[in-house]
Nanobody, 125 residues
Framework: QLQLVESGGGLVQPGGSLRLSCAAS????????IGWFRQAPGKEREGVSC????????NYADSVKGRFTISRDNAKNTVYLQMNSLKPEDTAVYYC??????????????????WGQGTQVTVSS
């Protein structure tokens, strides 16, 4: 059974950093596009960043460009989201998602069919 588990969330001060991990079990990640999404209270789930199955292509929401970096280690069956220069508006539950595809077609929730349970990120002083 395909399962995604996020970890690495927590409370951090503005300007701080966190690294989220998305570990896969029940399947190998190297045939899947992976996306990171976030959902703040009262808001729609939005795409943050997506990465192709090889890791050779990435994209980012404008709000996180230059601050967040997505990467993957297919040998470890894990995808990461390095988040630097965090702002209070980054506060949300962060989810990773997968779709069996090699290229990124879109980075919106409708493009993905498997989801993790989410990890809370809170940016506050």
């Amino acid at each position: 059974q395909l399962q995604l588990v996020e970890s690495g969330g927590g409370l951090v001060q503005p300007g701080g950093s966190l690294r989220l991990s998305c570990a896969a079990s029940g399947f190998t990640l190297n045939s899947y596009v992976i996306g990171w999404f976030r959902q703040a209270p009262g808001k729609e789930r939005e795409g943050v960043s997506c990465i192709s199955s090889s890791g050779g292509y990435t994209n980012y929401a404008d709000s996180v460009k230059g601050r967040f970096t997505i990467s993957r280690d297919n040998a470890k069956n894990t995808v990461y989201l390095q988040m630097n220069s965090l702002k209070p508006e980054d506060t949300a539950v962060y989810y990773c998602a997968a779709v069996r595809r090699t290229v990124v077609v879109g980075c919106v929730k409708a493009d993905f069919d498997s989801w993790g349970q989410g990890t809370q990120v809170t940016v506050s002083s």
